[in-house]
């Protein structure tokens, strides 16, 4: 059994950053950049009027002063024509400004009586003008290294930026194994129960920006294994759910050793997720993941999860927050223990309470909790108030 700290750096050092293709920029939300974007203009591209009200010349804005309105500026159409002094124009917001060295005064702040203007007799000291350049200048960088988030695409977007350089989605083939499992919407017979992993695992690669091909459930046979393991050719990356194990219908350790697999560890000191197995068959990465489902979802929170980032080029490794015991706790095993817990608000820090029972099938329990507790391995029993670290959900 080899620590948890160990076992993800060997599943990192199984995959890489993929190649970058080209998407538009609708089809970039959650993608991740492969190279920086560079703003095309500047932005914004001219002194623009913050505020609907009137532009006049810094030199006429005085208390009470009476200006004569010659022209209308708003977004989009400019006001081009020759100003004096003492002349004031109509502005909206977002209108470029019609000379350098202006005021917007409010329109709620002026006595409009036909074409004449009266300023207040208090004036505001902002000139409610975005000055030229104000948000970001031609050719800045931009390069989150990060899914792009919705804010992202915005600015992306305001940098006249139509399409993006991004790593290549992971293809994921998903392999359940065992001959107790059915799919959702089919009879179990009396001895079977539903394949909950696949939906888990798939929608947490998803989430993570993979591709998903959800294989048919592989049998306890290693026929079944092999042909299983025979639709994911191409796939960056094979997981494997259940048959991790020690039994004699363990199986997915011997079929992938056949199929030439270079293992990089079988086992590790965690609870849940002991039996879990990374290696690499050819140029593709294996994750074993054990079938139990708490321990498969939580082994591809803490591994699938990281290796997909990498594989987009980001750091996703888990990081852990501090919260204050809300309960006493034994001491812990020789495996870190992930234990499902509820948080509740706190004063500085929240508080956190581990679920009734961590028994590994639980997958309600799993649902309805919001973090996982880290218990060191070896650690000793903690009292209510200790504070400890735990990874969100
Ligand atoms: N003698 C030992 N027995 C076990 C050990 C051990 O060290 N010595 N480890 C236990 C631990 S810890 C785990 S975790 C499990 C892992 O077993 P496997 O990875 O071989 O998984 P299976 O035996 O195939 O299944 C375990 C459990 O999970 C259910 N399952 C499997 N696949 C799915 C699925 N897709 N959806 C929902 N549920 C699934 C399966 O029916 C079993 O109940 O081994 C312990 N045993
Ligand atoms: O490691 Mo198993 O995952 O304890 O149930």
Redesign the pocket.
Known sequence: MIPVSEALDKVLALVAPLPAETVPLRAGLGRVLAAPVHATLTQPPFDASAMDGYWLAAADHRPGARLRVEGEAAAGRGYAGPLAPRQAVRIFTGAPCPAPGGVVVLQEDVTREGDTITLPEALSSSDNIRPRGQDFAEGMEYFPRAPLTARDLGLIAAMNVATLSVHRRPVVALI???D??VMPGEAPGPDQ??????FVLAALAEEAGAEVRMLPIARDTEDSLRFAFSLAEGADLVVT???????E??LVGAVAAELGLERAFWKIAMR????LMAGRVGATALLGL????V?ATVCALLFLRPMLAKMQGFDGRPVPARAVLGADVGPTGPRTHYMRARLVPGESLPQILPVESQD??RMRLLAEADALLIRPLGDGPRKAGDVVEFLPL
Do not use: F, M, R
């Open positions: 359940a194994t065992g107790e499992l129960i539903l394949s909950s992993n696949s759910a259940g048959g991790a194990s020690v039994g219908h363990d849940p997720g002991k039996p054990p079938g139990n489902p321990s590994s099938a």
